[in-house]
């Protein structure tokens, strides 16, 4: 099996397995070096050629044509369709007692350290999800209908954490359309409970969907206006600080995404890290990891976005992720640094930074787009020997 979204030059190598190149491009009549070029995507096969090198590898044609979407009734049965399935209200209702607010607290508390700490967040989330979602709903619905002011508050607190959750979970399984309705939903509980502190959360939440969705510039607008809100709201310093600079740094991301590269640099360096230097990094507010640490890997994401990777990679050696309380944010820093070799054409420091995030999430790299687009860079250019371990680690994460 190959995954879906395998190219078809990637296919056809597959496929092809140890047999030599020149052997079967003198078998179907074309060139070796033609070959190679379909390969890595260069060239784009006739249909004719694309029958032939079918026949040669012994497959079916419709095995090196790429993008076939998946069965439906095999998309219905996944983990992480039961967490979209939770979230839309499926299922029966819920007539027991609710949960009190305290146990939800905990319960999301839990599923938020497990998805920023945990290699296998994905399987952790998907197994945990449906029932709290289920749980916290029913909860929300009991509060909003009783007279118990303070446990209603603590219950639509807990909601609106869960759902920053569901939006970073949905973000990465690749439902921008879930993500979208996680973050209003954030944002509908923060505000029912009144707490400034939540709704900065789901603001930053919801600029970060609008990023997702390539609106660089509305997510600019929004993580700006609501950056204004919290320096007027009533929180502890270090909150205010932190939920202040964490937006700060969606604005920041949103002008790098329309390549303003000054406008980006400047707002870092005057607005976001003043705010980094009052927050520590162990403090993960609002679980956004903002911190100094996060501030120096949105510089060195600028530096790379903008192809200055000598400097991005000499901003990486000052770079130490081992405080950070997210693996997800480690496993960020460690694949821009292998883009950034990547850039560079050094297919070597690119496949031992990538060996090196299978260590770290294996998860994240096999879901990640950027990881899957480096990996097959370093099959399709590399020497040998680091074609074949790069062919190697596709397998062990399902890309082939």
């Not at 569901?166 to 509980?189: F, K, P, Q």
């Not at 740094?249 to 870092?268: M, T, Y």
């Amino acid at each position: 099996m190959v995954a879906a979204d395998l190219p078809i030059g990637d296919r056809i190598r597959h496929y092809r397995g140890g047999r030599r190149q020149d052997a079967v491009a003198g078998l179907i009549g074309i060139t070796p070096d033609y070959l190679s070029q379909i390969e890595r995507g260069l060239k784009i096969p006739s249909l004719p050629i694309l029958y032939a090198l079918a026949q040669e590898l012994g497959v079916p044609t419709a095995a090196l044509l790429s993008e076939q979407p998946p069965a439906e009734e095999d998309a219905a049965d996944t983990a992480e369709a039961a967490v979209g399935r939770a979230l839309l209200g499926y299922g029966p209702a819920l007539s027991a007692q609710p949960v009190g607010a305290g146990e939800l607290r905990d319960r999301v508390e839990g599923a938020w350290q497990s998805w920023q700490t945990d290699g296998d967040r994905f399987t952790q989330a998907a197994e945990a999800l449906p029932a709290l979602v289920a749980d916290v709903e029913h909860a929300a619905r009991a509060a909003r209908a009783g007279t118990d002011a303070a446990e209603r508050r603590a219950v639509l607190r807990a909601a609106a954490d869960l759902y920053c959750l569901l939006r970073s979970y949905h973000r990465r399984t690749g439902r921008i359309d879930l993500a979208t309705l996680a973050a209003d939903r954030a944002m509908r509980a923060a505000e029912d409970a009144d707490d400034p502190l939540r709704i900065a959360a789901a603001q930053w939440n919801l600029g970060h969907v609008l990023l997702a969705a390539s609106q660089p510039a509305e997510a600019e607008d929004l993580a700006l206006h609501a950056a204004e809100q919290v320096a007027a709201a009533r929180l502890p310093d270090v909150e205010r600080a932190a939920m202040g600079g964490a937006l700060q740094l969606v604005a920041v991301v949103g002008a790098a995404r329309r390549r303003r590269w000054w406008e980006a640099r400047h707002r870092l360096t005057e607005y976001a890290a003043p705010a980094a230097r009052k927050v520590p990094d162990s403090s993960n507010i609002g679980w956004t990891v903002f911190g100094p640490t996060n501030l120096a890997l949105h510089a060195l994401s600028i530096d790379m976005e903008a192809g200055d990777t000598s400097e991005a990679l000499h901003t990486a050696d000052a770079i130490d992720t081992g405080g950070l309380p997210s693996l997800e944010r480690e496993f960020t820093f460690g694949l821009e640094v292998a883009a950034c070799h990547s850039q560079r054409r050094d297919d070597a420091a690119t496949l031992l930074s990538l060996i090196d995030l299978e260590s770290v999430a294996p998860e994240d790299l096999a879901r990640n787009p950027t990881a899957r687009r480096l990996m097959l860079t370093v099959i399709r250019r590399a020497r040998a020997t680091q074609a074949r371990q790069a062919e190697r680690l596709a397998e062990r994460i399902g890309l082939v």
